[in-house]
């Protein structure tokens, strides 16, 4: 059993197959995949904490599993911790550098501190919106034509300015990959 639903274009029914991959994280406990499908599960029912555990738990077992690391740092962001979501990133693009998502978090997640620096009042900070229109157009030179939108357009040139930023809902784009 799996999440995917029957036809080429329809989405993870997740909640099908939830137990099935309850089950497997129990037989498999330390199984990079079992972990990973479980919080998937717990990503899908907007049980972010819960699925960051079982994410976290993923990248312990195989360090190098590209998924749970992106799906573990879009967990820090929809919680709000923004420095463990640019870790997450960071630690994910030293393995794999040319994923656009990574780069789209880490750029998100330093939009998102420069909007909350200056609502309580600060300045501009130039290196942070540097940094994070840098990360926002590598994820453009990256990305594969479906997930750039007018959203990234907007961050992009606000990035550029000095006005201070407005505070936008955490945007995340899809990473899929297969293993076996």
Known sequence: MTARKKGSNASPDWRAAASFYDEAVQMTPRNAAALYFGGMV?????S???AGFFFARSVAADCDYACAYNQLATCCL??????????VSEALLQRHNRIAAAHHHIAVALYSQEASANEQGAGPNQERRKRAASALRRAKDLQRGKSWGQNEDDMLEALGGDDPLPKKPARTWL???WRL
Do not use: K, P
């Open 78 to 87: 929809l919680l709000g911790d923004l420095t463990a979501c640019v870790e």
């Open 48 to 50: 972010y904490a819960m």
């Open 42 to 46: 717990r990503l899908a029912r907007g």
């Open 175 to 177: 990473f899929h990959a």
